[in-house]
């Protein structure tokens, strides 16, 4: 179960996230629970039984006070993840650090929200050493560890594990992919527009390929992937007979 509180003050904006977000979240079989706030005072007193894993709100609802609350939520549950519309006219102040992971929606269109939406719940299902992802009808996991690379399918991205049972496609973008992991700080690394590696996995390397311990062989497509790649494995690296370094 998800609980997710929204918070704005216009009604017709607070109806269609509502109804928008319900729809999202029963397409995809999500349990969830939901609650609508119009100011800032609502949402101290409703969440006092039920504290939000994501909220959706209008960074600058009534003057800053409902920025003010999600910033209280925050420290009360420190695995909560904001959702916003990006407003021109917004000075983003320098704790909204302390607001992260926070996701600015570009426009207030059904397929923007929806994707937004789905982006902040795979965060509330974040966990520090496993990737997950959708793939009808539930999401699924896989540990970082046991990642060995993933490789671009288009509009869909595959994952490729060394425990072959996880291997799946599902629809993200490689460059989505590569964002998100990066953001985990984890040792993935772009080589080539359709591969992104975990270099945990790295046998040897030359210019134009990657061995992984696997034995299998990945292509490198830019002279900048190479040098990621030396400075990333260059405290490791060793001649090898094939003209590959280790």
């Not at 690379?149 to 594990?161: A, H, L, M, N, P």
Request: contains cysteine; positive net charge.
């Amino acid at each position: 179960m998800i609980n997710i509180a929204l918070c704005f003050e216009n009604n017709m904006e607070l109806s269609y996230m509502q109804m928008e977000l319900s729809r999202c979240f029963d397409l995809r079989g999500i349990d969830y629970n939901l609650n609508c706030y119009h100011t800032a005072a609502e949402l101290k007193h409703g969440i006092q039984r039920r504290f939000p894993d994501l909220f959706f709100y209008d960074i600058m609802g009534e003057y800053g006070l409902v920025r003010m609350a999600a910033l209280s939520l925050k420290e009360i549950n420190p695995r909560l993840v904001s959702v916003v519309f990006h407003n021109r006219h917004y000075i983003k102040p320098p704790n909204d650090t302390f607001l992260e992971p926070l996701y600015i929606i570009p426009n207030k269109s059904t397929k923007q929200l929806w994707t937004y939406a789905l982006l902040a719940y795979e965060a509330t299902l974040d966990k520090e050493n496993v990737f997950s992802y959708y793939r009808r009808p539930s999401y699924l996991y896989a540990p970082y560890d046991n990642i060995k690379y993933f490789v671009s399918e288009g509009r869909r991205t595959r994952i490729v594990c060394e425990n072959e049972k996880h291997n799946n496609s599902f629809y993200k973008k490689l460059n989505d992919v590569e964002t998100y992991v990066s953001s985990k700080q984890h040792a993935f690394l772009r080589i080539h527009q359709s591969y992104l590696i975990n270099t945990k996995y790295v046998a040897a390397y030359n210019r134009s390929h990657v061995m992984l311990t696997t034995g299998e062989y990945l292509p490198i497509s830019k002279y900048e992937y190479y040098k990621e790649i030396c400075n990333h494995i260059a405290e490791k690296k060793t001649r090898c007979g094939n003209r590959l370094h280790v």
